[in-house]
Every structure is written in C-alpha cells, then in structure tokens.
C-alpha cells in the first residue's frame, strides 16, 4: 500500500505579522543546559526564559505561545517574565493567533476567536442549523477550515463570515490561493479558490486531498487496480510520476522528494529523470531550497548534480518541515546538531557553524491541526433517547408485546426452542450514539410443544412469551461520550416515563463510549394516556395468535 506522506500543514501564529506578510516563528521550545522544566530559544541559540514549565509549550508566533498546565491550556505572552492573556487559561483546546485571531475552547463551550487581549471576536456555534465540531488551529492566508457535525468542511474569514460553505470532504488549508478538495454531494475532485469558487475539476479516482507548494500538490491516483502518484497544477493538469515511486515527502516548483520500493529517498524531476539517486535513510527540503540528506548515520548535502557537501553527525533541520513552513511563516530557524559526547544540542546555520546556549532537550515541530468544541447538547442526547420509547416501552417493541412477532422469520420455530430473549434491529440516526445492539427478554419460553402427550413434539411460538425486559446498548461515536450521561438518561427516564431504577433496572456506563439500560416491565411507569395497540400481525410469522390490547399505565396486560 503506498502512502502520501506528506504535510497535512503547520503553524503557530499570533499578534503582528512579520515585514513579509507572514507570522513569524521567533522561539521555539527548549530546556537549557542542567535544567529539568522548558522554556523558550530563538535561532541564535538564546533564551528568552529558562526553566518555566513543566509541560513543554508552544512554539512562539508573533509574540504568543501556549503550553499545557493544571487543568488545561494558557496562553502567554512572550516575555522574559511570561504573563497570561486575559481570562485565557484552563481552555480545554487552543490554537494559534494569526489575522487578528486565535481559536479556543473554554469548557462546556464552542469554538471561540479572540484577539491578544483575549476579548471575543466571533464565536463558531453553528452554520445554517448544524453545530460546529472542529476548525482548524490557525489562519492560513485569510481563511480557516471548520467541521460541522456532520462531518462537512468549509472555511470563514477573520471576520467570522463563512466565505466557502461547509460541503467538502476533507480540510482546506490556503497556503497559496487554491485547494484540492472532494465535494461530499457530488463526488467530484475539485480545484477552489480562498472564496469557494471552482477552478478546475479532476476527473480521476484519487485518494488524496491537498495544498498548492509552488503552484503543486501531490495526489495518489487509482490506476488499473493499482495506485500511483501525480503532481496536479492549479489548472488541474496531472502530470502522472513513475510507478517506482512508493511514497512522495515533499516538493517544489521542480524537484519531488521520494522513496522507492525499499523505502529510500531520492529526488526526481516531474517527468521521472532522477537526479538524487534513491540511497538516503531520508531528504529534507530545506526552507533555502537545498537537499539534507543522511544515510549510515553520516549528514550531508546533497545537490541535483551528485555532488554532496558532508556536516557534523547527529545535524538535523532546526523546524520539521522546513521548507513548507516557509511558504506560511518567516523564521530564523537553520539546523540543529547533537554533540556526540555529552548528547547536547546546539543551534548552527546552514554553513554548520554552531552558536548559543547547549541545550538538553529541543523540539522543532509546529503543527497546524485541528481544536474541538468542547459544547455538549445534553438537551439533544436526551431527547434522541426518549424518542425511542413511549408510554408502553420501546416504540418499535412496547412491553406485553408477543416476542413472536420479532423472530426471524427465516428460521423454523424449531430454531427458538428454550430461548428466554431475542436479539433485535434498532435503527438510528442521532449526532450523538446509535443503537449498537438491543435484547428483547421474556419470562417465558418464546415457543413451546403445543402437543405435549403425543409422541412428537409440536413446537409453536408461545402466546405467553411477551416482551417483559431489554437490554439497549448506545455506542457513543468517538469523543461523544460523557461521564455523567447514565445519571443524566436515567433522570430523563424517571421523569418522563416514571422508571424506578434499581433492581432490575439499571443505566450504566463503560467509562469510555457505551451506555446500557436494562429495564424491565415491571419498573417502566408509562404514561397516563392509553391507547389501542395491534400487536402482532398473524402474516409476519408462523403459528402466531393476534391479539388486540388496550393499554394503560395503571393496568397489567392480559390475554
């Protein structure tokens, strides 16, 4: 199976922009030499703070960082004495500031955009009726991505407004004026703009969405029960690589970083001429354009006409993905070596020249990912649960109702002989959970020997085998589940149902995404109201008696 492995985007931002137009990375997070906590480098090698945090913050982008503490995120200032911004701590999710803006989450609350004072811009609770899940944790070139709950993205301005509907498959991020995205209502690959307007169209299977570096991305293309890669242009146009190529890392304007079926790094040209052969261990594309190569734990440059430049072991690129974070930010940041002897590290430039503070610990990645609303519909949960049932139980299977009537109509009544339950379909539709199994329980046997002095036995599907208890089990989808809800759904119960729990009527949780409740006939109160139930039709299944009852909440049902 091969694998576009490739940048999903990167960031951090915050306050002002640099000179170029761009957020500027300007520390990274490191612990100095002979301290334990973190604090913040710039390239040259010097701290701004040493020894401040426990957890290993951000990195800083236009003057603002956050870092992991006590029940949540903060988010700082970048200071020799960092000081918090505003009433931004405890957030359960965080982004980075750029255009103005950063997104957090405070909990129990939607996706909210604040500016460096921490005052609210524009909060991201819903488009057109459907809540909104994710966005993306920074502004790339104008525009940031969100996922409403049903799994749709689109994208809004600084401003808050929705500048492309939510309808696509997978995230956008702008690092130039276009994306590739999969349009979810009509399946097509689709070229757009930052305002959601159609450039071209990719009329082939392929398997991967993407940004535009130099005016390209990379897809994987379903070929002939096969798959291979191509670089696609902002016009659309493909131009299809080798199928040698089993992996693509990065690219630019010319050249394709790649591996071969041995899973070594070479570089190619768009057309397939190699001009770095397939040898290294691994190739970075610097933010300078050269080539970083290693191979048997020796680091060199290498060049498209075979030449090879070596530098110090253990030398690496200062940030990940260096030269795609340098289409989105301006950053100092060259490479980073290890001393062999004392495994410190020290910042050098491209020429190796090593300068500033040892360092004990480092860390050059900067993400752009997504954060999560932390708002719970408590009122929606419920009301999905209590629309399952009314007065008489289950909707679909109400208490006292023959068991007969949910057999498999497939099997012979033979198949049910000494059985007390039933598994049974509930078919859902909810935001939240969906049914992921439900037992129907009885006190008596769902079919009987209807001739029980002959000398054969007669088995039929017994008129005393009702629907007296369930099982229901709600799969909670991933994220979805709280702690609290068995205490929440059995309150629902009880007050609109009058379901008195103990016993053998019980809600419960598995602590990670599934709720139970067993409640049997006995505990389920109704509802005041009576109504005239047909209760089994005598056509659905073999030997089955019809019965007509009049329900009531004060009464027991009998034959």
């Not at 299809?240 to 990065?250: A, C, D, G, I, K």
């Not at 002897?341 to 360092?359: F, I, K, N, V, W």
């Amino acid at each position: 199976m091969k694998t576009l492995h490739i940048l999903a985007a990167a960031a951090i931002a915050v306050g002002i922009a640099s000179c170029s137009g761009r957020p500027e990375i300007s520390y990274m997070p490191a612990v100095a030499d002979g301290d334990k906590n973190w604090g913040l480098i710039d390239a040259r090698g010097d701290f701004l703070f040493t020894d401040e945090f426990e957890n290993r913050p951000s990195a800083v982008v236009n003057g603002y960082f956050f870092v992991e503490e006590g029940d949540g995120y903060s988010v700082y200032k970048a200071e020799k004495s960092p000081r918090p911004v505003g009433d931004l701590t405890g957030l359960k999710d965080c982004g980075f500031f750029n255009d103005g803006v950063m997104a957090v989450v405070h909990p129990g609350e939607h996706i909210t955009f604040v500016d460096d004072k921490g005052n609210v811009k524009f909060t991201l609770d819903d488009v057109d009726g459907v809540s909104v899940e994710a966005a993306a944790n920074m502004f790339v070139n104008g525009r940031c991505a969100f996922r409403t709950s049903d799994d749709k993205w689109g994208a809004v301005d600084a401003q808050g407004n929705v500048v492309i509907e939510p309808k696509y498959e997978d995230m956008m991020t702008f690092v130039s004026d276009e994306a590739l995205v999969k349009d979810i209502n009509s399946g097509k690959w689709v070229i757009i703009d930052r305002n959601g307007n159609e450039i071209a169209e990719i009329n082939r299977d392929i398997s991967a969405s993407g940004f535009f570096i130099d005016g390209y991305t990379c897809v994987e293309i379903e070929d002939d029960d096969d798959s291979r890669y191509a670089m696609v242009d902002t016009k659309g146009e493909l131009t299809m690589l080798p199928r040698s190529v089993r992996e693509v890392y990065v690219w630019n304007d010319r050249y394709v970083v790649f591996a071969n079926s041995d899973y070594k790094a070479g570089v190619m040209t768009f057309d397939g001429e190699i001009k770095v052969r397939a040898k290294y261990d691994g190739i970075e594309l610097l933010a300078n354009g050269k080539f970083l190569a290693g191979r048997d734990g020796k680091v060199m440059y290498v060049n498209v006409n075979g030449d090879t430049e070596r530098l110090r072991d253990n030398t690496n690129s200062a940030i990940g993905y260096p030269y795609t974070l340098s289409k989105i930010f301006d950053f100092g940041f060259e490479l980073i070596t290890r001393d062999n002897d004392d495994d410190e590290y020290e910042m050098c430039d491209y020429s190796g020249e090593t300068h500033g503070d040892d360092m004990e610990r480092y860390k050059g990645h900067v993400y752009l990912n997504t954060v999560y609303s932390d708002y719970y519909d408590y009122d929606a949960v419920t009301r999905n649960l209590l629309s399952l049932f009314d007065a008489n139980g289950l909707s679909a299977y109400p208490f006292g109702s023959l068991m007969s009537r949910y057999v498999d109509s497939s099997r012979s009544t033979e198949w049910y002989r000494g059985d007390l339950s039933l598994s049974v379909n509930l078919s859902t539709d909810f935001r939240y959970f969906y049914v992921s199994s439900l037992t129907l329980g009885s006190d008596n046997n769902i079919v009987y020997d209807s001739t029980p002095y002959a000398s054969y036995y007669t088995w039929s599907f017994n008129p005393e085998s009702r629907v007296d208890s369930f099982t229901l089990a709600l799969k909670f989808y991933s994220g979805k589940y709280r702690e609290d809800l068995p205490e929440r759904l059995a309150d629902a119960l009880s007050s609109k149902y009058g379901v008195s729990f103990g016993g053998d009527n019980s809600v419960t949780g598995n602590g990670y995404d599934t709720v139970t409740l067993k409640i049997s006939r006995s505990g389920w109160g109704g509802a005041p109201a009576s109504r005239n139930v047909e209760i089994v039709d005598s056509a659905a299944v073999d030997s089955c008696v019809v019965v007509d009852v009049t329900w009531a909440a004060d009464s027991a049902m009998s034959m």
